[in-house]
């Protein structure tokens, strides 16, 4: 049996490829606009693109596509193959750094396309070299930005990397004030738990509303639902078992973190949770989770249903976020240590974060603001639609002392 530590990641461009595909001077300077957000300069652009092909090559891929999340909820690509014709009639296999670098996709038909002049429609992806690129049906994945032709952000990554950048520079800002010195990043991390529903695919087909909507729209409640609690972290079913082996081998060759998985609440609804990670490579995670899942599924005669709110009477699925904040040389600014009414600067971080959230809750709300959350929300263990902060006994003790 193959094991997991060799094929872990296998279909990655990761540090690993990277070391072994470049010369110490490109995988150097590469690093550094990883880590620090160096400007990448043409000709190591050449040299890591020339390597993903040729690495790409090798696993069987014959197109690349820049993958980017435009407002629509789901993810985007246009495939481009790497041949270009030769002067004998033939091909040769060719990705140049601009290629890896930029892409010009249409932008006029997304929900944000109308804003704009007709002769300004087009859209630019940028890569992310933050998010590794990867390998998926034969193509070449390169994680991207999207962006107007006037430079407006179109897609959801792009305020996110701001927001990322915002909170590091302000962050380090209140670091010195400590005396720390030494820190050059702070990084949140998240890891987004995600629930599900399995249901048969044969099945699935006779409720039209599932098939168009993703969720039942009329129906009678079963004889048994969740009333005796058996289902929630009860023995997996054989048939649910083997989908949940072979997407933990599917979502490991593409390097994903995919940890935890148990029965939910729901009759036949379950739960992954992966390991955390800097919070833009698990969003870009969590969208290739979501489309593995439905895809794996359907080879086991299954469907995979996503919607927050499949089923009226039983609980939803949420997507819970385990999100933190921490510095580049591992220090976690969120944790309380031994004697938190001591840590002054785990207190200032604390407070900065219940403010923020009492001041721009109408953000965060607007990022949860969907129909399906909506008939989520408020019933059957889901909390209400409101947006609050508990921390605990002894924190609260602490910050009414201070007070």
Not at 14 to 22: G, H, I, N, S, W
Not at 375 to 390: C, D, K, M, Q, T
Request: glycine fraction near 6%.
């Amino acid at each position: 049996m193959e094991k997991v530590t060799e094929y872990f990641g296998s279909m990655v461009f990761d540090e690993r490829v990277m070391k072994a595909t470049l010369s110490d001077k490109v995988y150097k300077s590469l690093k550094r606009t990883i880590d620090r957000g160096t400007p990448l300069d043409i000709s190591v652009a050449n040299a890591v693109a020339a390597a993903m092909k040729d690495w790409a090559i090798e696993k069987g891929a014959t197109h690349y596509t820049h993958w980017f999340q435009p407002m629509t909820g789901v993810t985007a690509e246009k495939h481009d193959s790497f041949i270009s014709p030769a002067p004998d009639g033939r091909v040769i296999m060719e990705f140049s750094g601009k290629e890896l670098v930029k892409g010009e996709p249409d932008a006029s038909s997304f929900p944000s396309g109308g804003l704009r002049a007709t002769f300004e429609a087009r859209g630019y992806t940028a890569w992310d070299p933050t998010s590794y690129a990867f390998i998926k049906d034969g193509t070449l994945y390169i994680p991207s930005a999207f962006c107007s032709y006037t430079g407006e952000a179109l897609d959801k990554k792009v305020p996110l990397l701001r927001s990322m950048e915002a909170l590091s520079r302000q962050a380090i800002r209140v670091l010195k004030l400590f005396g720390n010195d030494t820190v050059r990043s702070v990084r949140c991390s998240v890891g987004p738990e995600q629930e599900y529903f399995l249901v048969d695919r044969e099945m699935w087909k006779k409720r039209k509303d599932l098939v168009m909507t993703g969720r039942t729209l009329f129906g009678a409640m079963p004889p048994k639902g969740q009333e005796m609690e058996d289902h929630y972290f009860g023995s997996i079913k054989t048939r649910v078992a083997e989908y949940m082996a072979d997407l933990d081998k599917e979502l490991w060759k593409l390097g994903i973190l995919a940890k935890t998985k148990h029965n939910e609440v729901a009759p036949a609804q379950h739960e992954l949770a992966p390991i955390y990670k800097t919070t833009n490579i698990a969003a870009d995670h969590n969208q290739l989770t979501m489309e593995v899942m439905k895809k794996v599924a359907e080879r086991h005669g299954l469907v995979c249903l996503l919607h927050e709110k499949p089923f009226e009477g039983v609980n939803g699925s949420g997507k819970h976020n385990n999100w933190s904040i921490s510095t580049d040389t591992g220090i976690n600014l969120l944790s309380p240590g031994e004697t938190p009414y001591e840590n002054a600067q785990f207190l200032l971080f604390l407070a900065a974060v219940i403010k923020s959230v009492d001041e721009y809750q109408d953000l965060l709300r607007l990022s949860v603001a969907t129909a399906g959350n909506d008939h989520r929300l408020g019933a059957n263990e889901a909390p209400p639609a409101i947006v609050s902060v508990f921390i605990g006994t002894d924190l609260q003790e602490v910050l009414d002392a201070l007070e």
